[in-house]
């Protein structure tokens, strides 16, 4: 549109000034005429009906390609931010976990200690035990040394 009406004023203003543009315009004309002007004038027509969609296809496919440019710059940020909360959940979940494994080591030795607790007091209970079954096995020996010893002591009284 803007360019058919510019080149139609700059052709009328040139056509003023100069003889050369008048001459040319004046052999162009019947030319435009006849059947090669007409094929000529339908093929510039279709040309500049062309041009435009395929400009205009040009122009999209470029905005399709920076589109596309732009969304994997886009989704780059996104991954490395990501990963950088990926990260610093990774790091927390270690220091939570080293956290864990000290509380497991106390607790661990915690409970050492109280079986070691435990075992000394059932150890002194088994000591105490044994001496007390020590004092009645004397006392059972005792017993049963008392009627051999009476025996004794009556058989030799009588001799």
């Given at each position: 549109g803007g360019i058919g009406i510019v080149s139609g004023i700059s052709l009328t203003a040139s056509?003023?000034?100069s003889r050369r543009v008048r001459c040319?315009?004046?052999l162009v004309i019947p030319t435009l005429l006849t059947?090669?002007?007409r094929a000529l004038m339908i093929t510039l027509t279709v040309g500049l009906?062309?041009?435009g969609p395929v400009r205009t296809l040009r122009y999209n496919i470029g905005q399709i390609g920076r589109s596309f440019i732009c969304m994997v710059e886009e989704v780059i940020k996104l991954s490395s931010h990501v990963?950088?909360?990926l990260g610093e959940v990774l790091s927390q979940f270690q220091i939570i976990l080293e956290e864990i494994?000290?509380?497991l080591e106390l607790y661990i030795e915690r409970l050492e200690a109280d079986l070691s607790d435990e075992a000394k007091k059932e150890l002194a209970?088994?000591?105490n035990s044994i001496v007390k079954i020590k004092e009645a096995a004397t006392k059972a020996a005792?017993?049963?040394t008392l009627p051999n010893t009476f025996c004794s002591g009556v058989l030799s009284s009588s001799s």
């Open positions: 056509s003023f000034t040319t315009m004046v059947r090669r002007g009906l062309v041009q990963l950088v909360q494994k000290v509380l209970e088994a000591q005792n017993a049963l």
